[in-house]
């Protein structure tokens, strides 16, 4: 694998895992918000 390949995945990682890790965010939050309103 070449260099220029592996930095290309570890980019296309970074970009999948980003709106993972907010939708992750608001997700527990909302949890949150809804276990204290209950």
Do not use: E, F, K, S
Not at 6 to 32: C, D, K, N, S
């Amino acid at each position: 694998m070449t260099p220029n390949a592996r930095r290309a995945l570890h980019a296309l990682a970074w970009i999948a895992a980003v709106p993972l890790v907010i939708i992750g965010a608001l997700a527990a939050t909302i949890i949150a918000a809804t276990a204290v309103n209950a």
